[in-house]
């Protein structure tokens, strides 16, 4: 079945980075478009951008252009975020979904949990 | 990107109806019939549950249903069970290749 997994939490001190991976499996890779979530504890959702598996372009968020970063590795089916000079209110959730052709998201990972904390 | 407005929370008893309203602008959700909604339960990934405004993906059930009118776009749920406690978020292309979500909505099944 379509899967999307993501790696595991990860705890960072202020001004570090991170790079969190998201696999899928059950489909062509570079056929969807992946996009990256934020959800802080307790907020809503927040669109941070996509990358696209085929080519390789990007687009973000305009409040999250230079703290994003968006990679994709096509040999082993993962997209990945990187953020960088990470603050405490970082500290979220952090999910990759697929996109279909309707602009919907069919297919969320897991959820990566992030804690920002000195 | 200005969020989607959505109301904070909504209440309904089982078996009653509920909406959802989601308001965009004439830039977002206006200009595109491309809404979804997403349920979210605590500890979970958000699962969608409408597409393109009023489709219901298989599997989804059919108590379960979207629309849309000018900037806005509603969820209703009827036959409310207690298992259809939890969050729902819009989402809506917003041109120039974004997307944006709404603030969320928490439903309470009393």
Redesign the interface.
Known sequence: QVQLVQSGAEVRKPGASMKVSCRASGYTFTDYYI?W?RQIPG?????LG?INPYKGDT?Y???FQGWVTLTRDTSISTAYMELSRLKSEDTAVY?C?RI?R?????C????TLLTVSS | ?S?LTQPASVSGSPGQSITISCTGTSSDLGS?D?V?W?QQHPGK????MI??GT?R?SGVSNRFSGSKSGNTASLTISGLQAEDEADY?C?S?AGG????????TKLTVL
């Open positions: 996009h979530v907020q809503g959702l927040q669109w996509w687009k968020a305009q409040n999910y979904a279909t309707d602009s919907s998201f069919d969320w990972g897991q959820g | 990107q969020a595109y491309l979804s997403y990934a958000p699962e969608l597409y393109e489709k993906p978020y989402c292309y290749s974004t997307w944006v979500f709404g603030g969320g």
